[in-house]
Structures are given as structure tokens and as C-alpha cells.
């Protein structure tokens, strides 16, 4: 398992090296936890564990504890837009003090004796904290499962697919691990769920490496790229005229690859001229000249007749739910409330 321990840490730094967004540092941070999960595994399975006893029992709960909460961040960031992380964020963290206020004391133990404690009672005090873990992870399995149903046609179809495999392979982990709780008679017997995390390390390597148009290519071939601030200038007077002239945003399926090969231009090229030049992603950039083409058919007479969901896909929208997160995003008000406010004001 050593070669998953090195896949994940590779995986999550090309990652984080990607983009400083709370999307990339939530998905980097929880594929590095799930390395270091996997390695505290080799480490209390193996002869390890009597060489060093001190290290018994640390962070292995910990670690577990935040995995929930970071593919449930992850998922906001995909859906929501999740900028930063807020106050209330650190209510996730709950289970965590819960678990320290219960069982520090054993974990301050010097490394033999805690040791000897731990084998000693396990079934009356490790016992309920290997319950709660598994607890936890059904409740956060269950919460990121019905959060991206009720959201599934805000994303799209990469996105959705990215988003129900990491899904599925969390909701399959903590099912793993709530059997295993219960049933497992050591800790050898957990060689599946770490299989599982590992399919998750792979699987999110996969999604990585060959989807481009979802994650963005990682700055490391921005290090090597000739592409200045003239050609920069150069692809953003482009840019303004498909847009501006052109309106090739009012295709629902346009994407940054679309747009790369209208303008001929190689696709990094014009990512990196959105990242470093516009200062804007792609995304927002073109859901934001889609607002200003919604707000001129609700503010014309000729559309009083249509409905919201079709003044969306007049200005290049798939779908109302998509529609009304991006109005409200740019004009922080809904398309209703714009209607109706220009309408009283006539």
C-alpha cells in the first residue's frame, strides 16, 4: 500500500499547486488526509506500531473525522460557489472536541502504557469512539448524497459525474467501515475500506488528469508556457469580440474548449488569459454576459408574456435552477424581484 501512499500525496499536491480556490485546497487536503489515513494503517497493522507505541492511537481518528466534512465543503465549492470558509464551518470540528473531551486522557498516556491500556479496554472505552466515527461518516454519507440530488441540475454533466463518483465512493466507504465496526476482528481485517479510499485516490487522479475542462490544467504547465503579456492582450481583444460581437455565450453547451477552438487558440493558453489577465474563471465569465442579456429581455415589453425558465434559456441558460443562482449571484436580487421592480417603476 506504500505506492497508494505516494499516488495520493503526488495526486493532492498537483492539485494544490493547481489553484489556491477553496475548491482545490478542500479536494487537496482530503486526498493527502486519506494518504496519511492509509499510512497510520500500515503503521498499527504492522510490527511498527511495537516499535514506536507511542504514536499508537494518534490522529487516526482525527483524520477520519474530517473526511466528511471536506468532501461535504468540496461539494458546496462545486455547487454553491463556496468562496471561503465561514464561522459556522467550524461546527464541523464538533466531533473532533467531542471525541479529545472523551479520550484525551488515554491519548496523553506515555506510548507503552497507553498501549497496554488501550488492549485492555477496548470494548469500554475505544469501543464507542469506533461507533461514533462510523456514525459520523453515514450522517455526512447521507447529507453529500442528498445535497447534490436536490442541486444535480446545477452542474454540469462533467461536473455532476465527478461529483457522484466522490459521492458514491464516501457513502461506500463509510458503509464499508459501519459493517467492519461491528464485525472486523482486527485491524487487517480493514484492508477493504482502505481499497476504497484508494479507488477514491485513483478515481479523483483519473478525474484530474483527464478532464481538463473541469480541473483546469496545473500551473506547472503555466511554468513552461511562452505565452506573454502581449499574446495575452492579443487572445483577451478575442475573447471581447466572440462575446461582445459575437454572442457565442448563448450556446447552453458553450464551454472553455468551444471557445478555444472558435478563437484557434490552445486551450491553457486562453486559461491561463482568463486566470491572469481577466481575472475572472470562465465560468463566471460567461454567466455574467448571460445576466446582462436576461436583465435586457426582462426589462423589454416584448418578453412581459415569458416565463422566467425561458427568458433562461433565451439567454443561453440549460436550466431555471442554474439561471437563478447566477442572476441572484450578479444582481443580488432574483429575475421575479428584477421583473417586478422595473415594471413598478414604469
Known amino acids: 500500500m506504500f505506492a497508494q501512499v505516494f499516488v495520493a500525496f503526488f495526486v493532492a499536491g498537483g492539485v494544490f499547486f493547481k489553484s489556491r480556490q477553496l475548491r482545490s485546497l478542500t479536494l487537496s487536503l482530503l486526498i493527502a488526509l486519506v494518504g496519511f489515513h492509509i499510512l497510520l494503517f500500515l ?29 461535504f465543503i468540496h461539494l458546496q465549492c462545486l455547487i454553491s ?15 473532533i472536541v467531542v471525541f479529545w473531551m472523551g479520550y484525551g486522557d488515554v491519548l496523553l498516556m506515555e506510548g507503552t502504557v497507553r498501549g497496554e491500556y488501550i488492549n485492555e479496554h477496548f470494548i469500554t472505552r475505544t469501543m464507542f469512539w469506533n461507533y461514533l466515527l462510523a456514525f459520523q461518516m453515514m450522517v455526512y454519507a447521507i447529507g453529500c448524497a442528498l445535497f447534490l440530488y436536490f442541486n444535480r441540475l446545477v452542474l454540469s454533466a462533467k461536473r455532476f459525474q465527478y461529483a457522484l463518483f466522490l459521492v458514491i465512493a464516501y457513502v461506500c466507504s463509510a458503509i464499508l467501515i459501519s459493517y467492519l465496526t461491528h464485525f472486523a476482528n482486527g485491524w487487517r481485517d480493514f484492508a477493504a475500506y482502505y481499497l476504497m479510499l484508494t479507488l477514491l485516490i485513483f478515481g479523483v487522479g483519473y478525474f484530474l488528469f483527464e478532464n481538463p475542462d473541469f480541473l483546469l490544467q496545473i500551473k506547472k504547465k503555466y511554468f513552461g508556457s511562452n505565452l506573454n503579456k502581449k499574446d495575452m492582450l492579443r487572445i483577451q481583444s478575442k475573447i471581447k469580440k466572440a462575446f461582445k460581437k459575437d454572442q457565442v455565450f448563448l450556446d447552453g453547451g458553450f464551454n472553455i474548449s468551444a471557445l478555444s477552438n472558435l478563437l484557434n487558440e490552445k486551450q491553457h493558453h486562453v486559461s491561463q488569459t482568463f486566470s491572469e489577465l481577466i481575472s475572472e474563471n470562465f465560468n463566471d465569465y460567461v454567466n455574467k454576459h448571460r445576466i446582462e442579456i436576461a436583465k435586457q429581455y426582462l426589462h423589454d415589453s416584448k418578453y412581459n408574456n415569458y416565463k422566467i425558465e425561458a427568458i433562461a434559456l433565451e439567454s443561453g441558460f440549460n436550466n431555471k435552477v442554474t439561471f437563478y443562482k447566477a442572476f441572484t449571484k450578479f444582481t443580488d436580487q432574483t429575475p421575479s424581484a428584477f421583473r417586478k421592480q422595473k415594471n413598478s417603476e414604469e
Request: no cysteine.
Open 43 to 71: 503503521f498499527g497493522s504492522g510490527e511498527l506500531v511495537n516499535l514506536h507505541p507511542e504514536f499508537k492511537s494518534w490522529f487516526y481518528y482525527e483524520v477520519a473525522f474530517l473526511f466528511g466534512p471536506l468532501v
Open 81 to 95: 460557489d463556496k468562496k471561503k470558509l465561514q464561522w459556522l464551518d467550524l461546527l464541523h470540528l464538533l466531533p
